[in-house]
């Protein structure tokens, strides 16, 4: 069967090439059950290998050629072969988490086969502690980073008793999962034309947006940020990049960063952001390649519809994105968290004037400049849009069973690009705030020093705010 591939999926093939593989990932790490068997991380691979019809998402492989006019189109894989896809790794000793983010680095960096399905799993054992991790990849022509997770999370169960569940590539799934593979699929791939056609037409919502693209605009003039932001400093994220990954993750208490954000009157992603914030400061500090002027991520947003055609910036199911200014060039973390909090405002005030296609036309007009600068090679001669992009994503809020085996770890991993050497992306995990960074190997020499600034960042805030 040949599916046509719409135009935003295509364009992450188009975009793709050796330095900029386009897949998202995920790390998650298991507690073997109570009782287990030496052999246990086998029986799981076994087990998991059974599945006999694979779901047609996973069988799904991108084709052109004379056939198809010379555009992109889906085809079903005749020669699929899930041992290909789906593999068990071990770690060399000691085992340690270092040992596993090391693999993920190096599984992370290579292309997916254009030739079979775009996606791969990897079972790994070998960790020290006895724990088990999952390594799983998937095009982003395939899933976002959001639909990727529900995937996950669609084949867990809350019962630590529950067994002979079926992994997520397996087809016909029980009733229990199937709303969450049906909400799960329906992916930017998912999306038809039409929809874009009517995002861009000259209907009432195209009509009503000039007024609140002014507004927007005359905030990036001034730089003081909003829902689009025109310059922001050059720094050593905002170069050319390699192939090569490097992997860094970790979990902090999700009560601790709550407590900043009550103490300070912000909220938990604010706080999150000022870790960030705090972190860089201190790497590019470390590398006296701090910038004079505050750096500039780009923060994905939920939006609640408050009534028919319009939106609001209190969260919800509308996505748009805000730009926000990080407050770098401040050397006290109290101030930062402040700057930060009052960027987010602004930006959510400006999307929550405008209706839900409204957003879509005006976090297109703030990401073109960052996917038109690296594919001129402009990026050396004119400053960026923003200097990376920052994601915050809500996970389980209940503690996750794979076939008996407890969850304690779920780390996103996510994709640089030219002219933006670093992704920095979290999620929720019952009581943890799980941050996942991917960089250029040589771009961002030692990333993993990071995850010690964020560390520092967070002490420093709770010191700041009083709930040291």
Not at 235 to 251: L, V, W, Y
Request: proline share 6%; with cysteine.
């Amino acid at each position: 069967m040949v599916v046509p591939i719409d135009p935003t999926s295509a364009a992450f093939l188009f975009a793709e090439n050796r330095q900029m593989p386009m897949h998202v990932g995920g790390l998650q790490l298991f507690e073997r059950p109570e009782g287990a068997a030496e052999d246990y991380a086998r029986q799981i691979y076994e087990s998991m290998s059974e599945a006999g019809d694979i779901a047609p998402l996973f069988l799904r492989r991108p084709t052109r050629g004379i056939t198809t006019a010379g555009q992109w189109v889906w085809t079903e894989d005749d020669d699929f072969d899930l041992e290909y896809h789906f593999r068990h790794s071990a770690l060399p000793e000691p085992g340690r988490v270092r040992e596993l983010l090391e693999l993920c680095s190096r599984l992370h960096s290579t292309r997916l086969a254009r030739e079979r399905p775009l996606w791969e799993a990897h079972l790994i054992e070998g960790l020290d502690d006895g724990r088990v991790a999952l390594y799983t990849k998937l095009h982003h022509s395939l899933v976002d980073g959001v639909s990727a997770m529900r995937l996950l999370q669609s084949v867990m169960s809350t019962d630590p008793d529950e067994r002979g569940m079926a992994p997520m590539w397996a087809a016909r799934p029980r009733a229990r999962t199937r709303a969450a593979r049906a909400d799960a699929e329906r992916s930017v791939a998912g999306v038809p034309v039409e929809a874009f056609r009517t995002a861009l037409g000259i209907t009432a919502d195209a009509a009503g947006l000039p007024g609140a693209l002014v507004r927007t605009l005359l905030h990036g003039v001034r730089n003081e940020t909003s829902a689009l932001s025109l310059y922001a400093p050059r720094t050593m994220f905002n170069t050319t990049i390699t192939g090569s990954r490097r992997f860094a993750a970790q979990g902090w208490p999700l009560e601790r960063l709550r407590a900043v954000g009550r103490a300070s009157g912000t909220t938990l992603n604010d706080v999150v952001l000022a870790m960030c914030s705090g972190a860089i400061r201190s790497y590019l500090v470390e590398r006296q390649a701090l910038p004079d002027t505050s750096l500039v991520a780009m923060v994905p947003v939920g939006l609640n519809a408050k009534k028919a055609g319009e939106a609001s910036g209190d969260g919800g199911n509308a996505v748009g994105a805000v730009m926000v200014k990080l407050g770098t060039e401040l050397p006290d973390a109290a101030d930062r968290l402040s700057s930060i909090h009052a960027s987010m405002v602004t930006g959510k005030q400006a999307l929550s004037s405008m209706t839900p296609l409204q957003i879509t036309a005006m976090t297109a007009l703030g990401m073109a400049p960052s996917i038109v600068i690296p594919t001129l090679r402009l990026h050396g001669l004119l400053r960026p849009p923003f200097n990376l992009i920052i994601s915050n994503v809500p996970g389980p809020r209940k503690t996750q069973y794979l076939n008996g085996a407890r969850m304690v770890g779920t780390y996103p991993l996510s994709i640089p690009i030219n002219g933006m050497a670093l992704n920095i992306t979290c999620n929720s995990y019952v009581d943890d705030m799980c941050f996942g960074l991917t960089g250029c190997r040589r771009s961002v020499p030692s990333l993993q020093r990071l995850l010690t600034h964020l560390d520092d960042e967070l002490a420093a805030l709770e010191e700041a705010v009083g709930v040291a």
